[in-house]
């Protein structure tokens, strides 16, 4: 299937902001460009270069877990010492991407930056860091982009698809084929999720019918605005959906592409979400090796996932290591 261009955002701001954008029309092809996605639980970098068939060579990719969007839905404001922790990884992201020599950098902020009533501020010490202003990307441009980043690296995976991408704070199911064809943007994702409802370590069988209860009620919004049909091709991309892949092969410690093109059945998802829910947090990261700064929050993406595996039922889901990020770096050529 042919991938989507990747939407640009905000493209009448000063051209600051892209290094190198007076030189539009020239071959690119060869240029770094680089790519930091600002998110609930993670802030990542892809630093890559544009090849001449309209592929991407990697570069660079790192992933901090600073959980910026820690308690924004209960108090509406990023707290302090995540946002020192976010600024310390883009000041680490900056050398990195002037080090490779990029001429291109867009930097993105998603669920968090959106809820809080102290993004001003955040985006000012952003700016100040790294230059680059940040795009408060809306849930449709979060959408467009996750799909894009999905499906250009499953072309084998024939459409429709509906692309899940399951965030600490919100989460984007969009259905398309060469192009998107329904999308929506939930305040549902896997930090949120946890600190509304599982409070134990591990969570409660009560906690726990109340998140899925939770992810139910979302379920019914996406039936309306996206309407996953029969024969659609689900496609899972973010850390959730890579993480319960590389829990379900035992993998020891992460291998760039080990789960891409994995298949995980609704069954084995069932079952993991019941594993987790029942394991401490210390358990899942001793005996499954789930990252630290995610092992708090896997469980209630593995609901996520296994409710819109039931919901919609579908047989599986295809994991796709490519996703956002890779959207974000390719709308940048």
Do not use: K
């Amino acid at each position: 299937m042919s991938p989507l261009s990747g939407e640009r955002a905000g493209d009448d701001r000063a051209g600051d902001d892209r290094a190198g954008d007076d030189r539009a029309g020239d071959d690119r092809a060869g240029d770094v460009v680089a790519a930091v996605d600002i998110g609930t639980n993670s802030v990542r970098l892809l630093a890559a270069r544009p090849t001449s068939d309209g592929g991407m060579e990697p570069l660079d990719r790192q992933l901090r877990i600073t959980r910026l969007g820690a308690g924004v839905d209960r108090t509406g404001q990023l707290d302090p010492a995540a946002v020192d922790c976010t600024i310390a990884a883009l000041a680490d992201y900056h050398d990195r991407w002037v080090a490779l020599g990029a001429t291109r950098v867009r930097i993105t902020a998603t669920s968090a930056a959106r809820d809080a009533s102290n993004a001003a501020q955040f985006r000012d010490a952003v700016v100040a860091t790294t230059g680059v202003a940040p795009e408060v990307l809306s849930g449709d441009q979060e959408a467009a982009l996750a799909f894009d980043g999905a499906v250009s690296g499953l072309v084998e995976v024939e459409g429709p698809v509906v692309v899940l991408d399951i965030g600490g704070g919100s989460t984007e199911l969009v259905r398309g084929t060469d192009r998107v064809l329904a999308s929506t943007s939930r305040q549902l994702g896997s930090v949120r999720l946890t600190e509304r409802h599982l409070h134990d370590d591990p969570p409660s069988p009560s906690q726990v019918q109340a998140a899925r209860a939770t992810v139910a009620e979302q379920m019914e919004e996406v039936a309306r605005l996206v309407a996953p049909q029969p024969g659609d091709v689900l496609v899972g991309t973010a850390g959730t959906v890579t993480t319960l892949a590389a829990v379900h092969l035992g993998l020891g410690e992460w291998r760039d592409g080990a789960v891409h093109g994995v298949r995980l059945s609704a069954a084995t998802v069932a079952d993991l979400a019941l594993r987790l829910c029942a394991m401490p947090t210390a358990e899942r990261v001793s005996r499954l090796r789930v990252e630290p700064g995610r092992a708090d929050v896997i469980a209630a993406g593995a609901l996520i996932l296994d409710g819109v595996l039931d919901r919609f039922e579908f047989a599986e889901v295809v994991v796709s290591e490519t996703d956002i990020l890779d959207g974000i770096a390719r709308s940048l050529y």
